[in-house]
């Protein structure tokens, strides 16, 4: 079963708007991972934030976390047609040696 | 920097047949671990290894086998391979445990079971 979903399952936007996708899960984390994944390509990772956390940065990437919905949302500014790819969370319920991956969100950014 | 190299890239079995997935390492990481990818299902973890000599159990184990003999190099193998096990696989290492760190990526394997 999945721990994390994401939500949209599919967004298309227009190049210079922001793209934001969400991320639910099931139990308790110690932190919340996000990962890109372009096409034939394996995952990248983005942004590793913390149970403590409800906010973090990095570049045109914000990610927030709120434990108490056991949310977290990525929101990408300024979109480009590179950011085109698919965007998954992942989490390790209880800390432990096995991240759980959602099914992701495809990401388009039109020209 | 190679990171996380899988090895090969494609391939088509007939049912049956068996094969060995590869992937190296050159980040000195302790923990390696094989995903496969499905459309629709996400990634989900077959084998992890913590540390060289040791495999455990992920969340679809069954039908694959995992070696773990050099620190490097994390091995998958179909001993018989079914048409269920067409996907995309994925090797990813880290560190430490997947929970606290980045997980690195090769670019994966195309496996087709006819």
């Known amino acids: 079963s999945q721990q994390g979903e994401e939500d949209p399952q599919a967004l298309s936007i227009q190049e210079g708007e922001n793209a934001t996708m969400n991320c639910s899960y099931k139990?308790?984390?110690?932190?919340l991972q996000w990962y890109r994944q372009n096409s034939g390509r394996g995952l990248v990772h983005l942004i590793l934030?913390?149970?403590?956390?409800r906010e973090k940065h990095s570049g045109r990437l914000r990610v927030t976390l709120d434990t108490s919905k056991k949310s977290s949302s990525l929101l990408i500014t300024a979109s480009r047609a590179a950011d085109t790819a698919s965007y998954f969370c992942a989490t390790a319920p209880g800390g432990g040696n096995k991240l759980t991956f959602g099914t992701g969100t495809q990401l388009k950014v039109e020209l | 920097n190679a990171g996380v190299t899988q090895t090969p890239k494609f391939r088509v079995l007939k049912t049956g047949q068996s094969m060995t997935l590869l992937c190296a390492q050159d980040m000195n990481h302790e923990y390696m671990y094989w995903y496969r990818q499905d459309p629709g299902m996400g990634l989900r973890l077959i084998h992890y290894?913590?540390?060289?000599?040791?495999?455990a159990k992920g969340e679809v184990p069954d039908g694959y086998n995992v070696s773990r003999l050099k620190k490097q190099n994390f091995l998958l193998g179909l001993e018989s391979a079914a048409p269920s096990q067409t996907s995309v696989y994925f090797c990813?290492?880290?560190?430490?445990?997947?929970?606290?760190?980045?997980?690195?990526f090769g670019d994966g394997t195309r496996l087709s079971i006819l």
């Open positions: 139990t308790s984390i110690n932190n």
């Open positions: 990813a290492s880290s560190q430490d445990r997947g929970s606290n760190q980045p997980q690195h």
């Open positions: 934030i913390r149970s403590n956390e």
């Open positions: 290894s913590v540390g060289e000599g040791t495999t």
